[in-house]
């Protein structure tokens, strides 16, 4: 649920043809750690997802002996995830898109999403793309209750710094954003018990 008041249907839309830009959607740590260069960043949001930690992390918050859990996009028709949207330069997009094929290379896959920004104009759609792990990727997790995903997250640690660190992370981020986001701040609570 956001706590910003966002109404699109009280604002005039507008949609940005794919050749306008390229727009890439984060919800997980390109919102807190982007490390990519961009020429735009705005708060954005999908609509018909959820974000959910049910991707198992061997290459950047666990080993593949003791994976973490990262969030992905779970389809949810009557809820929308919140995130950050990135306009990348149009000459530098191939090589970004390259990058970042790499650093979510644990599962995920690069797919079409349509993204909902709040700009100066009111309410703006644009064609973009996102990263999200499929069930049956060689490290789908998928739903466990939130202790089970509480105990893994508390006890892996990879290349990227502690599991622990990436759902706070995370859940800073979206408190800044002014986003509350339950799964996210249950998962924060259990961590803190």
Request: proline share 7%; with cysteine.
């Amino acid at each position: 649920m956001l706590r910003k008041s966002f109404h699109p249907a009280a604002v005039q839309s507008r949609v940005v043809t794919p050749t306008d830009a390229c727009w890439i959607f984060g919800y997980g740590s390109l919102i807190f750690r982007p490390a990519i260069p961009f020429v735009e960043r705005r708060p954005a949001r999908v609509r018909g997802w959820t974000r959910r930690f049910w991707q198992w992390s061997t290459d950047h918050r666990g080993q593949p002996w003791r994976p973490g859990r990262v969030v992905t996009l779970a389809p949810a028709p009557d809820d929308c995830c919140w995130g950050i949207a990135y306009r990348l330069e149009e000459g530098e997009a191939e090589s970004v898109l390259a990058g970042l094929d790499v650093r979510e290379c644990g599962g995920y896959v690069r797919m079409g999403i349509e993204i909902e920004m709040n700009g100066e104009a009111g309410a703006e759609r644009a064609a973009g793309l996102t990263y999200q792990a499929w069930p049956g990727n060689r490290n789908y997790a998928g739903p466990a209750p939130i202790d089970e995903i509480a105990s893994q997250v508390a006890a892996a640690t990879g290349p990227s710094g502690t599991n622990a660190d990436y759902v706070r992370d995370l859940d800073a981020a979206l408190n800044t954003l002014g986003v509350a986001d339950t799964h996210v701040a249950a998962l924060v609570a259990k961590l803190g018990e």
